[in-house]
């Protein structure tokens, strides 16, 4: 998994801090929904309705990558999304994202200490 993009008090994950993270199949599988609790079936619809292939950052062969998520530090909040969604229009000049250099990580555990790398600046 990956992330490159954070989201200090996000207001779509219950004002937590959050991460972008993009992920294979595999890594769905094996990372994102066995710590999925509650309504399972809905996220993995949701899940195929957004897959993709982000076209940001070619040069890190975003082929592989194909499933986008907002997951917060102590991912209690894991919602699927298209890749557009930190970079579209719809935040004009107010995107709360914040980028970070690209960060690779094999558990959702480990999100709280890569948080603690990056403090509200």
């Known amino acids: 998994m990956k992330t490159r993009l954070i989201w200090h008090?996000?207001?779509l994950n219950d004002y937590k801090n959050s991460f972008w993270v993009e992920c294979t199949d595999e890594e769905v599988a094996k990372c994102i929904l066995p710590n999925v609790c509650e309504k399972k079936d809905e996220l993995v619809l949701e899940i195929n309705?957004?897959?993709g292939f982000s076209k940001i950052n070619k040069n890190l062969n975003e082929?592989?990558?194909?499933?986008?998520?907002?997951?917060?530090?102590?991912?209690?909040?894991?919602?699927s999304y298209a890749w557009v969604m930190p970079f579209g229009?719809?935040?004009?000049?107010?995107?709360?994202?914040?980028?970070?250099?690209?960060?690779?990580?094999?558990?959702?555990?480990?999100?709280?200490?890569?948080?603690?790398?990056?403090?509200?600046?």
């Not at 719809?90 to 790398?117: C, T």
């Open 9 to 11: 008090e996000c207001s």
């Open 49 to 51: 309705r957004n897959r």
């Open 63 to 79: 082929q592989i990558f194909c499933n986008f998520f907002l997951i917060s530090t102590d991912y209690s909040q894991i919602k």
């Open 89 to 121: 229009g719809m935040w004009n000049a107010g995107n709360p994202f914040r980028e970070i250099n690209v960060v690779d990580f094999h558990s959702l555990d480990e999100l709280k200490r890569i948080y603690d790398k990056f403090p509200i600046q």
